[in-house]
């Protein structure tokens, strides 16, 4: 099955710098790599995903790029906020959804 | 709309005892996941009803632990003869369909096996 490894596994930062969270999978056949936020306490939310046909995407601060020979994606955030201060999960997806695996997570605080 | 819905938000149980967690899905997603959070950790995948599909349950831990989703929509996680490692808390989210589509997270059920 999938394996999808996450790093680092807490990162803080000083507010208005870049926050950089890579993941790693193992299985050729996912085709999908979400991000999920999760704030203390709350349930985790979608923040942007990307499908294996496109190399980035961007939304705002946002950004997701994407490397398939190399079977790993990486989420940076630019001008963190106190806000942004949360754990954030990757994950991949086979085609049919049967296997959805999320990464361990990734701890980042934002110092203001 | 509503969203994804789990009852009991919190439920303390004997070890050894059994216990039923319900997941209501968003009207008209097809696709149902249950995941296990431990204090501090990822999301561990547990199962995955597809509408009428076959359940992938290649997640389930134990025999211990079954699911069952009726009628394409409410899905209940049975945990038997729970024990103190069951500890943790269980979310249930729904998508559109498998794939590459965006889940939708429930609130979960916190468990705490004595």
Request: contains cysteine.
């Amino acid at each position: 099955g999938e394996n999808v490894e996450q790093h680092p596994s807490t990162l803080s930062v000083q507010e208005g710098d870049s926050a950089v969270i890579k993941c790693t999978y193992s299985d050729s056949a996912s085709n999908y790599f979400p991000w999920y936020k999760q704030e203390l306490g709350k349930r985790p939310q979608l923040i942007i995903d990307i499908r294996s046909n496109v190399g980035e995407k961007k939304d705002q601060r946002i950004a997701v790029t994407l490397n398939k020979t190399a079977k790993h994606f990486s989420l940076h955030i630019t001008e963190t906020q106190p806000e942004d201060s949360a754990v954030y999960f990757c994950a991949a997806s086979t085609p049919t959804g049967n296997q959805f695996y999320f990464g361990t997570g990734t701890s980042l605080t934002v110092i203001p | 709309g509503a969203g994804v819905s789990q009852s009991p938000s919190n439920k303390v149980t004997e070890k050894g005892k059994d216990v039923e967690l319900r997941c209501d899905p968003i009207s008209g997603h097809t696709a149902l996941y249950w995941y296990r959070q431990s204090l501090g950790q990822g999301l561990e995948f547990l199962i995955y009803f597809q509408g009428n599909s076959a359940p992938d349950k290649s997640g389930l831990p134990s025999d211990r632990f079954s699911a069952e989703r009726t009628g394409g929509s409410v899905s209940t996680l049975t945990i038997q003869r729970t024990q103190q490692e069951d500890s943790a808390v269980y979310l249930c989210a729904s998508s559109f369909t498998g794939g590459a589509y965006e889940q939708y997270f429930g609130p979960g059920t916190r468990l705490t096996v004595t």
